[in-house]
């Protein structure tokens, strides 16, 4: 089902422009104490990294954006949350973003959803009977949906959510392209290359 969303933006945080800037470098989230967990798939990695909440109570599984990682603000935010609810929380770090190299030249990108699955198996396999939830955002969230599109698993999540998807990559690319979408592009640009 989807539902209408039911925001309302500050008075004093009107426009898109105004809220991402404001969350991405003004908007510090409380620490958060997590652990890391490193699982081995094929001949590389894919770290994980929990926050604790009761035992046995409801998983939410994280797909951070594009050069972000377990780090990133929204991701720690939302974690908080989970943790304050008493759930757990796991962020899946795709290839190269848990700060260490990964050992093959593979990497991840909006339609790659074999990691996520891989991942999402190992856990319901640990757990089957335990709730699981997904949350993605902006191309976690494209790996998220593509993943339950394709997946036959997908009556085993109990609820998901994607978060600032672009439904259309190649018209997102453009819009970057114009106006103030390139002071996004070259910080994107900026943490592929660096990172």
């Known amino acids: 089902m989807i539902k209408d ?3 309302k933006s500050p008075w004093w945080l009107k426009g898109a422009h105004l809220q991402t800037i404001w969350s991405s470098l003004l908007r510090k989230p409380q620490k958060l104490n997590r652990r890391r967990e490193r699982l081995s ?8 990294d929990w926050a604790a909440g ?3 109570t409801p998983i939410t599984i994280i797909l951070h954006g594009l050069t972000g990682s377990s780090d990133s603000n929204y ?3 939302l ?11 796991v962020v899946m770090n795709f290839r190269g973003c848990s700060g260490e190299p990964n050992h093959s030249a593979r990497t991840y990108h909006s339609g790659e959803t074999s990691d996520f699955n891989f991942v999402y198996r190992v856990l319901m396999e640990r757990e089957p009977n335990t709730p699981h939830f997904a ?3 902006s191309l976690g969230g494209n790996v998220l949906l593509k993943w339950l599109g394709e997946s036959t698993h997908r009556s085993e999540l109990s609820g998901a959510v994607a ?16 106006g103030l979408g390139s002071l996004y592009r070259k910080r994107f640009l900026k943490k592929l290359t660096t990172s």
């Open 5 to 7: 969303s039911q925001f």
């Open 41 to 48: 798939i094929g001949d590389d990695f894919i770290d994980l």
């Open 54 to 56: 009761n035992d046995s």
């Open 75 to 77: 991701v720690i935010g």
């Open 79 to 89: 974690q908080n949350t989970l943790s304050q609810m008493g759930w757990r929380s």
């Open 135 to 137: 949350v993605g955002f």
């Open 163 to 178: 978060v600032s998807a672009p439904f259309l990559l190649s018209p997102s690319a453009d819009k970057m392209d114009q």
